[in-house]
């Protein structure tokens, strides 16, 4: 028999439920679920070692607490902390947490992890992305949990087909306090933080936490200093001497939470509020190609040969750009440069965590929330002064003058993926011009949430929930374009906030659709113990709905499209005189103009597991769970170049079914986990070539089988020293080969015009996926100071489905080999200590803390998403140099 436990029982409980490896799920009212049965013990191996805790739960989990989180690099983003957890794999694009990064756990890619702060989903409500550096500052997050290959029952998310990364804000100290961090380090690095804690306020228990940060840094590579490499053959480039960087990363968060407790059963109110701005660039990616055997010398868009290679140059410019009357001035390239590209966003939140206790047994738990996003991805077009003939077998000519800018065919609008303005743009009184523009991709996201559920103990031994949510987004994608000022930085980086409009007022924008996402989900669980056994059965019934407008005509299947904006006279002019699409030899698709979908997906999601203790310390686990992930808004706006009711247009969600097994040992001085795992992915999508259009959009790759083993220990053989170590196998294979194309000419890998091409893909890895990690840290304590040291190796990851080397044309010479199958591994290597100050007579709380990542400078291949075909080159991030940090943490 249990005790049960509520979250301000007493002082020693309330220490059990902050460091608990069963406070782990997302939301209050999972969160309160697991607390239920905790039995009041004080044990030991509830706190876990060093900030390490292995959960006694039914899934395979790993947890990190504030102990851990709080020895890596200031400012640092959380998805880099979990890098030191089996099967997570992430690669950042710097070492401040400011820049992004991709993540993968047990292969499943970022778009199919779902995060969480607070219970709310953090997955873009379009594509599913995750935004590493638009995370919570790490000094506020009170644990960070990762179920490894599975999400939670009550997962209000439309992304995670598997893995699910949780964290959960500290609540506000009972006590007056303040808390200073500021820290300083390579690249201008400098950042400040600071919290105050108000202690309780009121009669009725009430307490807050406000905090806010802001840190700067220049970008980790690309100098604007240094010119453009010369291209000589057989020559490298002499390397001019650093004196400055292109671009910089400016980032601030403000925070903020009320804390109030309701009576002495553990109920409470919370009310936080989450604000981030983010100004930084797409400094550091290129192009995944090895060109030494063909090109000596070194250029941007080929991967560095060595450590010098790294701060490649990108020249300063200015536009220059004289305009004179009657002459077809043309744009130059200036601010165009892929590392010029700004990527700003501007998120926000506000949350609210509720528990009440409706009787004795019965609590009832409510989670709303609401989400703010203003973002885009930044890159410049060149802009048309005239306008566009949607017509050129009509006759009409020369539509840059004024005597023709009246035909009908000559239309202004974004054609073709160029905007054509038809009024003067550089002022030099004609239409004769070429003027380059920034044209980011604008997203701007409202969305609103609730979770509510509601849990009644029966007995000591058996405990069942219900529960339900809702998700609302309103995405809204657009594409305005603004001027660039002289130096090709942009007047602006948010384009939406003043776009530029044709000569009649309408804006211009490369995309113009509006999305409402909306999931609502309903379901129950229940948990009984039977001596040794504890058995978790629940399950939730999700129903997701996609309400889709495109206001622009889709003109391929990769989702191209051909926008007028209020233009309607345009519009009509261009599906008039393109009324259909070319999609193959003889083939004809008609295009298809502006128009609303909507798509619906219901899906039953079962959740089942176990846990068998042999004896206090030692148990195994036991769990399946399906996951499930609807077709995101790229997908489904690709979908609008085929027919509403064709196949095509209807894109099936991906599935999967997870089982995990396991063993672990839990005690004060260690924590042990080793577990199996099979995952059973069907209808994966992925980009691969359509035969009717010739060009990649999204495929069904039907069944793909991944499986693998985790590993992690930590122990403590004396009270000054802990070892953490852990490692993860991962094999996955493709059940069938792809079609990747169609036969335009009789050769010996196709025997007739029109028969398919496939890429061989059956039985090969998913590309993208590291095929190992391990690593471990190691922390002593030695007087004032404390020494700590973390490795991790990542092992090989494919560059595409077919796992063959990549292959292009260079100089004339088809099929040439410009990379490899795979990456190759790397392994880093980081070291922090921190030097207390309390001999000083500063208090135990103040201390100077240095941190130092990627100490051998590792060159190594960062970030890259996966790909089918071996005959593109996928960009990647070049990995993060060595970086050295030192701060001053004051508190009291």
Known sequence: MQIRYYLAASAGALCIANFSGAALAQSTGSQDFDEAEIVVTGSRSDNGVAGVVTPDTTKAKAVLTQEFIARQAPGQTVNDIINQLPGVSFQNNDAFGSAGGKMSIRGFDNTRINQTFDGIPLNDSGNYALYSNQQLDPELIEQVNVNLGSTDVDSPTAAASGSTVNYRTRKPGEEFGVKLVGSTGDFKFFRIFGMVDTGVFTPWGTRAFFSASTSTNDTVFGNEDMPAFPAVAGVVAARPAITSRKGGINKQQYNAKIYQPIGDDGDFIALSGHYNQ?????????????????????????????????????????????????????????????????????????????????????????????????????????????????????????????????????????????????????????????????????????????????????????????????????????????????????????????????????????????????????????????????????????????????????????????????????????????????????????????????????????????????????????????????????????????????????????????????????????????????????????????????????????????????????????????????????????????????????????????????????????????????????????????????????GPRYVNDQNISLVQTVNGVANTVVYGSKTPAYTLVDLDARVRLDWAGLGDKTYFQFNVSNVFDKLYVGGFDGQLANNSVPFVQIGAPRTFIASIIVAY
């Open 278 to 794: 983010n100004r930084n660039n797409f400094f550091g990616s290129v192009g995944l190609r090895d060109l030494h055997n063909v090109a000596s010398n070194f250029v941007p868009n080929i991967f560095p040969q060595n450590r010098d290679d790294r701060d490649y140059g990108i020249a300063r410019c200015q536009t220059n750009q004289v305009a004179i009357a009657g002459v077809a001035n043309t744009a130059n390239s200036c601010g165009s440069a892929f590392d010029e590209r700004f990527n700003p966003s501007n998120t926000g939140n506000v949350r609210l965590n509720s528990r009440f206790t409706l009787a004795e047994g019965l609590i009832l738990t409510i989670d709303p929330s609401f989400q703010y996003v203003k973002a885009n991805g930044g890159g410049t077009v060149v802009g048309q002064e005239a306008r566009r003939d949607v017509n050129p077998s009509g006759g009409a000519a020369n539509c840059n003058t004024t005597a023709n800018s009246a035909t009908v065919s000559c239309q202004m609008g974004y054609i073709g993926g160029t905007p054509y303005f038809g009024r003067d743009l550089n002022g030099d009184g004609d239409l004769l011009d070429t003027v380059r523009v920034l044209a980011p991709s604008q997203t701007q996201t409202r969305r609103m949430g609730v979770i509510t559920g509601l849990r009644y103990d029966v007995n000591d031994d058996h405990t069942v929930r219900l529960f339900y949510s809702f998700d609302r987004a309103r995405h809204r994608q657009t594409g305005e374009t603004n001027f660039l000022k002289s130096d090709g930085s942009p007047t602006d980086v948010f384009a939406v906030n003043d776009p530029l409009a044709d000569a009649s007022g309408n804006v211009l924008q490369k995309r113009d659709r509006k999305s409402i996402a909306s999931h609502s989900m309903i379901g129950a669980e229940y948990r009984g113990e039977f001596g040794p056994l504890t058995l978790q059965v629940g399950g939730a019934y999700k129903m997701f709905k996609r309400d889709l407008t495109n206001n622009c005509a889709t003109s391929s299947a990769t989702g191209f499209v051909e926008c007028f904006g209020t233009n309607a006279a345009g519009l009509a002019a261009w599906l008039a005189a393109n009324p259909t699409v070319t999609t193959g030899p003889g083939v004809t698709n008609a295009v298809q103009g502006p128009q609303q979908r909507i798509r619906k997906y219901n899906k039953l999601t079962p959740n089942l597991g176990l846990t068998y203790d042999f004896t206090d310390d030692v148990s195994v686990f036991a769990n399946y769970s399906k996951g499930v992930q609807v077709p995101g808004t790229d997908n489904l706006y690709n979908a609008f170049f085929f027919p509403s009711t064709s196949d095509a247009a209807n894109p099936k969600p991906e599935t999967t079914d997870n089982f995990d097994l396991g063993l672990r040992a839990r005690t004060g001085q260690l924590q042990a986990q080793l577990g199996l795992w099979y995952t059973i992915f069907n209808d994966r999508l992925a980009s691969s070539f359509d035969p009717e259009t010739e060009r990649n959009v999204y495929r069904n790759l039907g069944r793909v089988d991944k499986y693998g083993i985790d590993a992690s220990v930590s122990y403590r053989p004396i009270p000054e020293v802990s070892i953490y170590t852990f490692a993860s196998y991962l094999k996955s294979k493709i059940k069938d080969n792809v079609q990747n194309g169609v036969c335009t000419a009789v050769s010996t890998s196709c025997a007739a015009i029109g028969d398919p091409i496939f890429a061989l893909t059956a039985g090969k890895r998913e590309s993208g996926s590291p095929t190992f990690t391990l690593g471990g840290r190691i922390q002593a304590e030695l007087g004032p100071v404390d020494l700590g040291a973390q490795i991790k190796r990542t």
